[in-house]
């Protein structure tokens, strides 16, 4: 595979991800409606739950709308991920997933294309949210910024290669919905996205603490949130990384007809 071809096909898939993003005007919109409303509601309704503010990870007290901010962060990638899976499942139903693979490139890279594409938009629209965020008094350090953009792409990374995942399983656009049902809400509420985790061990809910522990969405959260103060959450960033490998590595395997789940499904995209 050479240099000129491989980015040409990055390209090509890049500008095609970023044309059907600009024609579909409703979809930054909802990308960003939909976690402002948490952000609002919650730290409305919630503080007088938790107080004034709470205590995070790294000991500091902070208002809890500054608190929620990297698991709203968490959710515009999540859905953009799941939103990526989506248009996998069409473009695989209207064909133009075995016309992009048929190509002489490494399945490898077209996938690893799709995928570097999609979480190319998710941090556009992490910092389309962050961006307006600021107008409803959420202060967080403009270095932050800075500091987030490696965590905020990780966790875009893991959670689109995950939904590069699902798009595998999912055979029909009529099954996509009750499969995120599975998928989105479990990760985004069993998560330190709303609430910390020392919460919920204190509150004698051992169960959902360990699972929520297990959570990969969990350690991309935490990942950002410590990023957003300059500080680096190594052992949640290898956690973020490796499931980032295993997900793509699966996805990779799943899109193989020679040796993939596909091959069971019959349908060699």
Not at 221 to 234: D, N
Request: aromatic share 14%; with cysteine.
């Amino acid at each position: 595979m050479k240099l000129q071809h491989a980015m040409l096909a990055l390209q090509a898939v890049t500008s095609r991800e970023i044309s059907k993003f600009l024609r579909q005007g409703g979809r930054l919109a909802s990308a960003l409606v939909r976690p402002l409303l948490w952000l609002v509601v919650f730290a409305a309704g919630f503080r007088n739950v938790f107080g004034v503010s709470i205590i995070p990870p790294y000991e500091t007290y902070i208002p809890y709308q500054v608190y929620i901010v990297p698991g709203l962060l968490g959710m515009v990638l999540l859905f953009n991920g799941m939103q990526s899976s989506l248009a996998m499942v069409y473009d695989r139903e209207m064909g133009m997933m075995r016309l992009l693979l048929t190509a002489p490139l490494p399945r490898s890279f077209l996938l690893f294309a799709k995928l570097l594409a999609g979480t190319l938009l998710s941090v556009l629209q992490a910092y389309a949210f962050l961006a307006v965020a600021v107008l409803f008094d959420v202060d967080l350090p403009w270095s932050g910024w800075i500091y987030a953009f490696p965590a905020i792409v990780l966790a875009g990374l893991m959670l689109g290669a995950l939904g590069l995942l699902l798009s595998v399983h999912v055979r029909q656009l009529e099954n996509f919905a009750g499969t995120m049902n599975f998928v989105i809400f479990p990760m985004f509420f069993l998560s330190p996205a709303l609430y910390p985790l020392w919460k919920l061990e204190e509150s004698g809910a051992t169960v959902i603490h360990l699972i929520a522990r297990w959570n990969p969405f969990t350690h991309a959260i935490e990942t950002i949130r410590f990023a957003l103060y300059g500080q680096l959450a190594m052992s949640s960033a290898g956690i973020v990384l490796a499931c980032l490998a295993l997900f793509f590595f699966l996805a990779i395997r799943g899109y193989d007809p020679q040796r993939g789940l596909l091959q069971r499904g019959g349908k060699p995209d």
